[in-house]
Structures are given as structure tokens and as C-alpha cells.
């Protein structure tokens, strides 16, 4: 299977290539040629996380071996995860929760990051790559840290992380900071995920600093990368099926899915289940008060010009979603010269508008919703009320946005809300939601929280305030290309 650049289908490589790299040359993404591959919804069922996997994986990775498939997927899939289930689902009155929080960082970035690790191992080797591998990687908070653990101390890898130093939550910062490893950095970046985002993209294609890192080759662990995007497919398909198992559904029957969406990544992998035989109706694009997605799905203009907001939902504090680019590739018959064209006005107006057509395309699917703060904290507040059921912010977006979506649709069909963090990481908020209290000290609102709820504290999380801090640069955004440029010659030394 062949994956090619969405700014120009003749750059064209191999699954392995496409991880080692990241991003394409010219600025593109990654995206399957041709998707050829198809299942029945029945070929999930009764199948563990592991199976699922491996079967959807070896489909799409279809230059790695069936052997180094399931050795990546018994090694990513194993007790680092607190559920024997890996995600598994819990149903409340109306709807059905998929939590993807019980991996080793409590946030569902470690679906994709503690297997990431062993595909793109497996591609230096097959490529008979010597040199050091630099992962960039941008965060909005939950990223860094499931990327610092899987990458932790990985040969022929070295890891930095850049976070906006405004906008993680305390939770989220200490679990970066607090890293271990001998190849991980972590740098605080004066600005916005979008800042850093832009940084990491940028290096990628600088000829300076491509130039000062010999033997040194970039890639990342963002959701740019292919191997960051397909593990994320595995989910949904595990989830319909046990919707089927536990007769919530009949095998067949269609489902909505709510996604609360920042870079796009998490909704595109869900769309791929979709293109590959899922029975999905629509996805909900569920942002938060920066709410750029929702307006292009409504109006097909792509306006990031706007004032940038931190919400209690840091993770979709976004006005750039790089993943939408691939969607663009491939609902527009991968017309690559449009989305070139597209991601230049982007890059140069700050906003873009699609065809009408390619807007109706995207819309059959997808559908936009958002939630400002305070329907979000009800709703993390009426989820416990209700149901007894401790939510985080992100997905109390997703269920707000699916609430509203059946609200102004009646669309009745089950529903699926992606969990994608556990409520522990932003304990200030969900604790002032739920008893309308401020807590200065998010360590002590997160054993209170356990208190109250008894819900138990994650055991990364809960260790979390006795680590040592390691981690204390702060960079300014001017500072980024000369910052990454001497992570470059400092790793090309090492190599040499
Ligand atoms: C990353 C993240 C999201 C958004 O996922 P994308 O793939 O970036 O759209 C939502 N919720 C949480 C908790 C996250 O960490």
C-alpha cells in the first residue's frame, strides 16, 4: 500500500517510510493512495483489543510483517493499561462512553503513542537507517507526555517536546516536566499549541537546520504521522463491537460518533473506520469556545484568523487542525493541487474557502458542534449528578456537542462519545464543576475528587506530586528555529 503527500501524489512511499518521515517534504501529510481495504463490521466481534489490532494494522501496514505487527501490538497493548479491555466502554442512560483514558500518561494519545514507538523502530530497521532519530513534538498537553514515555529511553531515538507555557493544565505540566529518560527534553514555548505546532512543521523543511543535524534525521510523534493516525482506527471498531456484544446494537446497525476535536486526528482515524466498513451515520466535530472547525463545517470557509482562547479543554485550544488537510485530500477525489493551493491561502491569508461540492461531501459525514465553559462544566456536573459518572472536560465537549446534535437533528441512533482523558488530569476544573469550589492546589482537588467521587486516582497521576521536576527551559517564539537548530548539531555530535 502506497501513501502519498497530500500537496502532491507523486511523492510516494511505503507505510515504514512514511512513520520514519512524519511529514512529507513539501509540507504535506501522509494519506493512503488508494483505500482498498474493507471489512464487515462482523469481523470484529468477539475479537480482543489485541486481534482487532494486529487484523486492522497488518491491512494497513502492509510492509511490515504479520510477525512484527503482533510483536508491536502485544508489546503496546499489555498491562500499562489499567483495563484488561484497553478501551473500554460504559454506557450511561442515553448514550455510550469509549474510554480511552487507561493507558500509562490517562489520555488516549497513549492508544497510538505506546505503539508508535515499535513501528517507527521497525522502520529504522528496515530502511538500515544509522541515523539519530529527533522527534519534534508539539503539544496541547496530553501528547508531550504519552510521547515523552513512549519514546523514553527507545535506541536511536531522541525526543523534545515543546508546550505552550500558558494553557496545559498544572496536571499536565508536572506529568512533562517530571520526565525520565536519557533522550527526552522538554521546553516550555512562550505562546499557543498552535506556536508550537507551526515550529515543529517549520524545522521540518528548514535546509538549516536539515543541514546542522548530520546523521540526524526529524520526524515526529504528532498526529502528522501516519503511525499516530492508524493506530487511532482500532478504537472505534472495538467499541461497535462491543455496542453489538452487549446488545446495545444489532451487528449492522448504524451508530454517531462524538469526537471532541483539536488537531483533527482523532475524528480522521474515525473517518477511516467509516471508509473501511464501520457503520457510522455522522461524526460529531465537537470543539470547545475555539470553535473554527464548526464554522467550516457549517460555512466551508476555514478562518483562523480569530482571537485564540484558553479553555478548560486545552487539548482543542486549536485554530490550526492539521488533519483536516487529509480530509480535504481525500474527500476532494485527492485533487492534491487543490489542497496545495488550499494550505497556502492558509498559510498566507490565514483562512481558505472549499467548493461547494467538497463541502456537501465532508458534510454527508461529519457534522459541527461546540460548547462554551459553562455547558461544559454542567455537563461534567449533571454527568455526576445523573449518572455517577466522573467525566473530564474534552469529553464533556463531546457529549454536550452529541446532545445538541440530537437536539437539533432528531437523530435517535445509538451513540458513541469519545472518553479521551481521564477527569484526574484537569482536577481544578472538574472539581470546581462538580462542587462549585475553588482549589488552588490541584493535587489537593484531585484527592478530594477521590474523596468525593471515589473514583480511583491513575497511578501515574497519583505519584505524580513526589516526582522531581527536571524540566525548566522556557523559550520564547523567536527562539524556536535557533533552539531546534542546536538540538540538531548537539545530537549530530553525539552521533559522530
Ligand atoms: C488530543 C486530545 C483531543 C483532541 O484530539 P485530536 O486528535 O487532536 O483532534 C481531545 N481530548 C483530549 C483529552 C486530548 O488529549
Redesign the pocket.
Known amino acids: 500500500m502506497k501513501y502519498v503527500s497530500t500537496r502532491n501524489k507523486n511523492v510516494s512511499v511505503s507505510a515504514h517510510q512514511a512513520i520514519l518521515k512524519g511529514l512529507a517534504a513539501d509540507g504535506g501529510l501522509y494519506t493512503p493512495a488508494q483505500l482498498q481495504i474493507h471489512f464487515t463490521p462482523e469481523q470484529f466481534l468477539h475479537k480482543t483489543y489485541q486481534e482487532t489490532a494486529a487484523m486492522i494494522l497488518s491491512a494497513f501496514l502492509d510492509d511490515y510483517s504479520k510477525e512484527e505487527i503482533r510483536e508491536a501490538v502485544q508489546k503496546a497493548y499489555d498491562d500499562k493499561f489499567d483495563d484488561k479491555d484497553i478501551a473500554p466502554v460504559r454506557s450511561l442512560t442515553d448514550t455510550n462512553l469509549l474510554e480511552l483514558?487507561h493507558g500509562p500518561t490517562s489520555?488516549?494519545?497513549d492508544l497510538a503513542l505506546t505503539i508508535l514507538p515499535t513501528l517507527l523502530t521497525d522502520a529504522i530497521r528496515k530502511e538500515n537507517c544509522q541515523d539519530t532519530i529527533c522527534i519534534l513534538t508539539a503539544t496541547?498537553?496530553?501528547?508531550g507526555k504519552a510521547a515523552l514515555a513512549g519514546f523514553k529511553d527507545v535506541p536511536g531515538t531522541a525526543i523534545t517536546v515543546f508546550y505552550p507555557e500558558i494553557g496545559v493544565s498544572a496536571i499536565q505540566k508536572r506529568q512533562m516536566q517530571t520526565s525520565q529518560g536519557n533522550n527526552v527534553k522538554v521546553i516550555a514555548v512562550k505562546g499557543n499549541f498552535d506556536d508550537c505546532q507551526r515550529m515543529v512543521k517549520q524545522a521540518a523543511s528548514d535546509p538549516e537546520i536539515i543541514a546542522a543535524g548530520r546523521g540526524v534525521s526529524l520526524s515526529s510523534a504528532n498526529?502528522i504521522n501516519l503511525g499516530r493516525l492508524l493506530p487511532?482506527i482500532v478504537y472505534y471498531c472495538t467499541a461497535y463491537a462491543k455496542l453489538v456484544e452487549n446488545s446495545k446494537i444489532k451487528c449492522g446497525d448504524e451508530i454517531n460518533v462524538a469526537?471532541?476535536?483539536?488537531?483533527?486526528?482523532?475524528?480522521?482515524a474515525g473517518w477511516l473506520a467509516k471508509a473501511i466498513g464501520l457503520p457510522i451515520h455522522k461524526l460529531i466535530c465537537a470543539s470547545n469556545t475555539n470553535n473554527v472547525l464548526y464554522d467550516f463545517l457549517t460555512t466551508g470557509t476555514y478562518d483562523s484568523r480569530r482571537p485564540f482562547h484558553n479553555t478548560m479543554?486545552p487539548?482543542?485550544d486549536?485554530l490550526v487542525?492539521s488533519?483536516l488537510e487529509r480530509l480535504l485530500f481525500l474527500k476532494s477525489k485527492k485533487n492534491d493541487a487543490l489542497v496545495k493551493d488550499l494550505m497556502k491561502q492558509l498559510q498566507t491569508d490565514g483562512k481558505y474557502t472549499v467548493p461547494e461540492e467538497l463541502l456537501a461531501s465532508i458534510q454527508n459525514d461529519m457534522t459541527g458542534e461546540w460548547t462554551n465553559e459553562e455547558d461544559c462544566a454542567r455537563t461534567i456536573h449533571d454527568t455526576w449528578q445523573n449518572e455517577h459518572v466522573l467525566i473530564?472536560p474534552?469529553?464533556a465537549v463531546a457529549l454536550h456537542g452529541l446532545k445538541q446534535y440530537q437536539q437539533d437533528t432528531k437523530d435517535s441512533r445509538p451513540s458513541l462519545v469519545l472518553s479521551?482523558?481521564s477527569a484526574y488530569?484537569f482536577s481544578h476544573d472538574v472539581y470546581k464543576a462538580l462542587t462549585n469550589k475553588e482549589e488552588a492546589d490541584d493535587f489537593k482537588a484531585m484527592k478530594d475528587l477521590c474523596t468525593l467521587t471515589g473514583y480511583p486516582i491513575p497511578a501515574n497521576l497519583a505519584n505524580l506530586e513526589n516526582l522531581p521536576v527536571r524540566f525548566h527551559t522556557v523559550i520564547d517564539q523567536e527562539d524556536g528555529m535557533s533552539t531546534i537548530r542546536n538540538i540538531m548539531e548537539e545530537l549530530s555530535h553525539a552521533h559522530h
Not at 140 to 143: K, Q
Not at 259 to 268: E, K, M, R, S, Y
Open positions: 483514558y489520555a488516549f494519545k496541547s498537553g496530553d501528547t498526529s487511532q469526537v471532541p476535536t483539536g488537531n483533527f486526528g482523532d475524528i480522521l479543554s487539548a482543542m486549536i487542525s488533519n473530564d474534552h469529553t479521551t482523558a488530569k
